[in-house]
Antibody, heavy 116, light 108 residues
Framework: QVQLQESGPGLVKPSETLSLSCTLS????????WSWIRQSPGKGLEWIGY???????NYNPSLKSRVTISIDTSKNQFSLNLTSVTAADTAMYYC??????????WGQGTLVTVSS | EIVLTQSPGTLSMSPGERATLSCRAS???????LAWYQQKTGQAPRLLIY???SRATGIPDRFSGSGSGTDFTLTIDRLEPEDFAVYYC?????????FGRGTKVEIK
């Protein structure tokens, strides 16, 4: 059974970088595509981007200038970096597996608040 | 970017009834790359349907998806108590993925 678990700080200061990790079990990070999605009351569910072991990346154009998703095969995990955060980046952040066109396995989510 | 509009915003139903949820796209979705998710309070979304009409693993057959082009429907036959939740549609087009704003199915 594929399981994903997000981890990282729950509070980030404005203008700083939000960094989260997603640890994978039950599957190898070298297969499939791996994605981050966030959810806030204001914007609903918003796809952030995805990456793959082969290095194929794709980001939401609205966030592209601030986002990096990277993969660490030694830890079987992938991570999200979002720079220059503002209050608008406050959301529940989910990691998920992308299967071609949809997301079949999700982590439980981690709440990130941007505040000084 | 394809915008997905879900209707109604809220659906008040009784257990045992049939629920019909709509998802309309601002442009044609090629290859019917449309998925549906269920989200309960405090939980992550769960994949129900992909490719407009294929049920995900372990999803009961009372859930069905249909449609093509710009108009898609999720039908839940014989609502069970555990089906009361928020449902989202999601599309894939030219390597971009977007979600609708959701339909809440509540107990009447």
């Amino acid at each position: 059974q594929v399981q994903l678990q997000e981890s990282g700080p729950g509070l980030v200061k404005p203008s700083e970088t939000l960094s989260l990790s997603c640890t994978l079990s039950g599957a190898s990070i070298t297969t499939s595509y791996w994605s981050w999605i966030r959810q806030s009351p204001g914007k609903g569910l918003e796809w952030i981007g995805y990456n793959s072991y082969s290095g194929t990346t794709n980001y939401n154009p609205s966030l592209k200038s601030r986002v990096t998703i990277s993969i660490d095969t030694s830890k079987n995990q992938f991570s999200l970096n979002l720079t220059s955060v503002t209050a608008a980046d406050t959301a529940m952040y989910y990691c998920a597996r992308v299967v071609l066109t949809h997301f079949d396995y999700w982590g439980q989510g981690t709440l990130v608040t941007v505040s000084s | 970017e394809i915008v997905l509009t879900q209707s109604p915003g809220t659906l008040s139903m009784s257990p045992g009834e049939r629920a019909t949820l709509s998802c309309r796209a601002s442009q044609r979705i090629s290859n019917n790359y449309l998925a549906w998710y269920q989200q309960k309070t405090g939980q992550a979304p769960r994949l129900l349907i992909y490719g407009a009409s294929s049920r995900a693993t372990g999803i009961p057959d009372r859930f069905s998806g249909s449609g093509s082009g710009t108009d898609f429907t999720l039908t839940i036959d014989r609502l069970e108590p555990e089906d009361f939740a928020v449902y989202y549609c999601q599309q894939y087009d030219r390597s971009l993925l977007t979600f609708g704003r959701g339909t809440k199915v509540e107990i009447k």
